[in-house]
Structure formats: structure tokens, C-alpha cells
Antibody, heavy 120, light 107 residues
Framework: EVELLESGGGLIQPGESLRLSCVAS????????MHWVRQAPGKGLEWVSV????????DYADSVRGRFTVSRDNSQNTLYVQMNGLRAEDTAVYYC?????????????WGHGTQVIVSS | DIQMTQSPSSLSASVGDRVTITCQAS??????LNWYQQKAGKPPKLLIY???NLETGVPSRFSGVGSGTDFTFTISSLQPEDIATYYC?????????FGGGTKVEIK
């Protein structure tokens, strides 16, 4: 059974940094692209970033490009996102999602999310 | 970016009713469209991939059709456990984009 467990969320002040983690199990992590998707309170889903299975390629939504950095450690089955220069509009539940063997694929499995609140 | 326009934004129907949600892409996305269900306080769940393929374990009352720019998601007989928000999502190109969601309630 696929399990994705996010952590690292919390209350943080504008301008500060935070790193989220997502530990994966139940599948061969190194074979799959992985994504971060977020959902602001009461709002819809917004794709944030993707990293290929090897970690050699990444991409980002324009709203976070230059501030967020996605990475992965395939030896630890862990996905990360480093979030710098956080803004109030980054407040959301952040989900990690299992993609496919390629970047353009469905989100087959989702974690339960970690809440990030950016507020002074 | 490919814009996904989903309608209606909410609907109320009776148990047993047929429910239809539409999703329109701003450009041709072939069949590269997925549908997700999100219940309150839970993560989304993949229901339909490649516009019309039912994910394993998903009840057959859920279905999807379409290609190009116009897609339809149907619940053939609404059940109480189907109360949720439904989202379409294109994966033809980055950035991956979602429709605004359709909240389905029981009348």
C-alpha cells in the first residue's frame, strides 16, 4: 500500500523559510516523479512543483518559482521542498503526490498534507 | 498556461439522481485529463484518468468522457457517500492545472 507522510509545516512569519518533507513507502520511490500540490483555506487545488524520478529535472508554478526548491533523496525515499521568502498567500495545506514514470501523468496517490500558515 | 473551466461550481441533487459536471480546457489537451474527488478534510483521490479510464477500485457509477477541449464527468446514481468536491486536472503540459472544483451536495 502506498503511503506518503508529509511533515514540517507550521506557523511562520512572512519572509522566513521552511522545509517540508514527504516520506514515501509501499512503492519503488526512485521510479516515480513526485509533486507538491497545495490548497489554500477554502480554495481549490494548485500544483506547485515536480521533480523527476532521478531528481535531474524540476519545474515550478510561476507563483513559487525562484522561492521554492524541490529535491529528493532516493536512498531515504524522501521528497523535500525548501520554501524561502514565504508570503501570506503561501498559506495552505501542502500535499505531496505520487506521479508516474514521466512528469506529465496523473496524481495516483496523495499524502494527508501538512499545514503551512504564514502570518505575523 | 492551460486554463480549466469547470461547471457548475456547486450543485444539489437527490440520492439516485444523475449528476453531470463539465470541464473545458482553453486549448486542445487530447485525452490528458483526470478527475479527482475530495471529501471534507481529506486529500484528493483519483477517480478517472485519461479522460475516461476508471481507477482501480472506483465504483462504476463514476464515468468520464471527452477529448480535445470538452470533458464530462458523470455520477450515474448519486449516493450519500459521494458528497465531495470534484476537480478536473489537465496533464497535457506544465504547469499542471486544475479546474475550480464542483461541490456536490445532497438535496
Amino acid at each position: 500500500e502506498v503511503e506518503l507522510l508529509e511533515s514540517g509545516g507550521g506557523l511562520i512569519q512572512p519572509g522566513e523559510s521552511l522545509r517540508l518533507s514527504c516520506v514515501a513507502s509501499g512503492f519503488t520511490f526512485s521510479n516515480y516523479a513526485m509533486h507538491w500540490v497545495r490548497q489554500a483555506p477554502g480554495k481549490g487545488l494548485e500544483w506547485v512543483s515536480v521533480i523527476t524520478s532521478s531528481g535531474s529535472s524540476t519545474d515550478y508554478a510561476d507563483s513559487v518559482r525562484g522561492r521554492f526548491t524541490v529535491s529528493r533523496d532516493n536512498s531515504q525515499n524522501t521528497l523535500y521542498v525548501q520554501m524561502n521568502g514565504l508570503r501570506a498567500e503561501d498559506t495552505a495545506v501542502y500535499y505531496c503526490a505520487k506521479g508516474g514514470p514521466v512528469i506529465l501523468y496523473q496524481f495516483e496517490d496523495w499524502g494527508h498534507g501538512t499545514q503551512v500558515i504564514v502570518s505575523s | 498556461d492551460i486554463q480549466m473551466t469547470q461547471s457548475p461550481s456547486s450543485l444539489s441533487a437527490s440520492v439516485g439522481d444523475r449528476v453531470t459536471i463539465t470541464c473545458q480546457a482553453s486549448q486542445d489537451i487530447s485525452k490528458y485529463l483526470n478527475w479527482y474527488q475530495q471529501k471534507a478534510g481529506k486529500p484528493p483521490k483519483l477517480l478517472i484518468y485519461d479522460a475516461s479510464n476508471l481507477e482501480t477500485g472506483v465504483p462504476s457509477r463514476f464515468s468520464g468522457v471527452g477529448s480535445g477541449t470538452d470533458f464530462t464527468f458523470t455520477i450515474s446514481s448519486l449516493q450519500p457517500e459521494d458528497i465531495a468536491t470534484y476537480y478536473c486536472q489537465q496533464f497535457d503540459d506544465l504547469p499542471l492545472t486544475f479546474g475550480g472544483g464542483t461541490k456536490v451536495e445532497i438535496k
